[in-house]
């Protein structure tokens, strides 16, 4: 057990050394967290309004008028842009420009049509070349149509009880904003959405995390090819040491330098982006030793096939790229077909993301990170595995 400490000292030492591994380590990862966070907003702390902008114009400047204002001000489709000072044209001329999605005008002489029963119409402003504007168009018509519903009703009503018209619109108005049932739809603390910014940290930060855990990999498997061009691995096999302690000694050197680099992201992640890894502490620490387990084996795989510094660099280079970009490093994969999401786990990064995920965005359960730990358990033993059979073949 000596050799294996001994061996997994030296390669610490040497990768402690090397510049290189602060770079791929801690910096790059960081760096391209805080890149990516500010490209996605990440670090806005202002929420978007989801609905589409729609120009207004009241030139009517009347009661009933006022009232669907209020109404289409109470959209969950559109929202209304209102500036004094614009004109028709104006309006025009910021839909055709797509600044706006679309505009209203309230024509003159609105409200009087509406009492008499047939309601002058509602200029609206849209570009049919945007798929938005049907949106638009169905919102309008349906409150337009409900205002007109508050007229005749209030006016049947007004002259039955003698009642002022104004007082019964507002009244029916005010009974349609509180229906007698309704329908609310909730969502449990559990699997509450976070906004869009944490969102969009939620995925950078372990994307980047396992992409330049991937990069790092290039230090260790260096010091295995330096150990064969300069025939310290022949010599090493000609004492007591065993094939497979000299093995284990790299693979655990790796998995110290992995863990290290997880931990510290991950204290980085929790501290500074605010990404809640410690709600389920055992559950971060299981993705957090499966995944490292994985790519130590990798490193180890790596280290092994690899004969010179320059296919080192390629063998580690080229799983980085392959792995992160069909493995959702970069883009989510809930945003891309069933065929990529299929292929893209058929790579460990998929199921380190889905584990890290399931923890900081989806806010799931610690049965939710059993099977992508399975999943990367199943690589570390299959690169091991293939790891341990090329170094058998290695000659003395």
Not at 34 to 44: D, P, Q
Not at 99 to 122: C, N, R, T
Request: charge should be positive; proline fraction near 4%.
């Amino acid at each position: 057990m000596k050799s294996i400490f001994y061996i997994m000292l030296k390669d610490l030492t040497q990768i402690v050394r090397n510049k290189m591994t602060f770079l791929f380590l801690l910096i790059m990862p960081i760096a391209f967290t805080l890149l990516f966070g500010y490209a996605f907003g990440g670090f806005s702390k202002q929420t978007a309004d989801p609905r589409l902008p729609v120009g207004y114009k009241d030139l009517d400047g009347t009661t009933n008028s006022q009232r669907l204002t209020k109404l289409l001000d109470a959209s969950s489709v559109i929202r209304l842009d209102v500036v004094e000072s614009r004109t028709s044209a104006d309006l025009e001329t910021l839909v055709s420009k797509k600044k706006l999605a679309g505009a209203i005008l309230v024509p003159a002489g609105y409200a009087a049509a509406l009492q008499s029963g047939a309601p002058v119409p509602l200029t609206l402003v849209v570009d049919l070349s945007n798929t938005s504007s049907i949106s638009i168009e169905n919102e309008v018509s349906r409150i337009a149509a409900r205002l007109t519903n508050v007229a005749q009703t209030a006016k049947i009503i007004s002259n039955a009880t003698e009642a002022p018209v104004s007082l019964v619109a507002d009244e029916i108005l005010a009974a349609w904003q509180t229906p007698p049932v309704s329908v609310q739809v909730t969502q449990s603390q559990l699997t509450q959405q976070q906004d869009p910014g944490r969102m969009s940290l939620a995925h950078t930060a372990p994307g980047m995390m396992l992409q330049f855990a991937i990069a790092s990999l290039l230090t260790a498997a260096q010091i295995m090819v330096n150990e064969r061009k300069s025939r310290s691995l022949q010599r090493l096999m000609t004492t007591r040491v065993a094939r497979w302690q000299i093995l284990m000694g790299h693979y655990l050197a790796i998995l110290a330098m992995l863990f290290t680099q997880f931990a510290l992201l991950i204290a980085f992640g929790q501290l500074v982006l605010g990404l809640d890894y410690m709600r389920l502490p055992l559950a971060t620490l299981l993705v957090t030793l499966a995944t490292t387990a994985c790519l130590a084996a990798l490193g180890l795989l790596i280290g092994t096939l690899a004969k010179t510094d320059e296919q080192a660099i390629i063998f580690s280079l080229i799983p980085m790229f392959l792995f992160a970009g069909l493995g959702g490093a970069w883009v989510p994969l809930e945003f891309t077909g069933e065929v990529f999401r299929t292929i893209g786990h058929l790579t460990p990064v998929a199921w380190g993301m889905d584990g890290f995920k399931n923890i900081i965005a989806k806010g799931l359960g610690f049965e939710s990170v059993l099977i992508p730990s399975l999943a990367l358990f199943g690589y570390a033993f299959l690169f091991f595995g293939i790891a341990v059979w090329k170094f058998s073949r290695v000659q003395d």
